[in-house]
């Protein structure tokens, strides 16, 4: 097996800076704790203005939902090799590009035919390429203000390079076969990668067997906390094991979830739709 582990630092924050990690802080210094914390994220810099005084911020808590028939969204996620960052604030699983896509942006007219490589949702009639997962802990998002123990969120983009993130939560419960294949490809030191290019990753395995999810308009939850990003937090958690929960704090060092942000005068819609696992590719 052929696994490739570059360890300076440099390199690998590079990459990770040319990437969504559900926000695009450049090379401002920021954190979880202290002073580099979210409560003082927007006093970092005036790149960062929004986390303080945005109207539209994520993550939110998710009690109140507005029941609505919601178009479901179709995925169509690819097997693709292991490309793990540990970015000092998560662990993140880079999506690559096939050879015939030369942008995380789908050219106009695309299909999910076009891209028979490339993992894709359609999302309210638009195609999005999959850009890269990572995972949070605590969750970011609440229900009834109660977090659950984890949180995966896949950041995807559209031709418009407008992002659409996709939330699972991670409750405890059996072990995850497929999350430890995750865990056991992730890099224990900051600023270090791995790829593994004869091993194969596809995110449809982390997804729960139910498609129905709330959906709001947000932001990321990550300095410079940008607006304008749709959000779909699926119903139902998937499980993982004690063990693989405390194995990933332990990799990450720290918790990595964002406090709550005010709902000010947004709606949270949920929808009923139910789709079975098989019907995802």
């Known amino acids: 097996m052929r696994i490739f ?9 590079t990459l990770s800076a040319n990437v969504s990690y559900a926000g695009e802080s450049g090379g401002i210094h920021w954190g979880y704790d202290g002073d580099h914390g979210p409560l003082h994220w927007s006093e970092l810099g005036p790149e960062f203005a929004l986390c303080g005084n945005g109207k539209s911020q994520s993550p939110i808590d998710l009690l109140q939902g507005h029941k609505i028939a919601l178009e479901g969204i179709e995925f169509s996620y690819k097997d ?12 993140q699983e880079l999506e690559p590009l096939s050879e015939t896509v030369k942008s995380r942006y789908p050219k106009h007219g695309q299909t999910v035919m076009h ?3 490339d993992s894709t949702i359609v999302f309210d009639g638009d195609l999005y390429l999959l850009e890269q997962f990572h995972f949070h802990a605590p969750s970011e998002h609440t229900i009834d203000n109660k977090h659950y123990p984890m949180e995966l969120h896949l950041v995807h983009h559209n031709e418009r390079h407008e992002a659409a993130v996709v939330a699972v939560f991670m409750t405890e419960g059996k072990h995850n076969p497929f999350f430890e294949t995750f865990l056991n490809h992730a890099p224990k030191k900051v600023g270090e990668f791995l790829e593994d290019r004869e091993h194969v990753i596809n995110p449809a395995t982390l997804m729960p067997k139910s498609r129905s999810y709330y959906r709001y308009f ?20 998937i499980e993982v094991s004690a063990d693989q929960i405390q194995r990933f704090r332990s990799l990450v060092g720290h918790d990595n979830a964002r406090p709550i942000q005010p709902l000010h005068k947004r709606f949270v819609l949920e929808s009923n739709y139910v789709e079975t696992a098989s019907q995802v590719k």
């Open 218 to 237: 947000g932001s990321y939850t990550t300095p410079p906390c940008t607006e304008g990003v749709i959000w779909a937090i699926m119903h139902e958690p």
């Open 5 to 13: 582990s570059l360890l300076l630092a440099g390199v690998a924050l």
């Open 80 to 91: 693709a090799p292991f490309h793990v960052i540990n970015n000092g604030h998560t662990l």
């Open 115 to 117: 891209l028979e490589k």
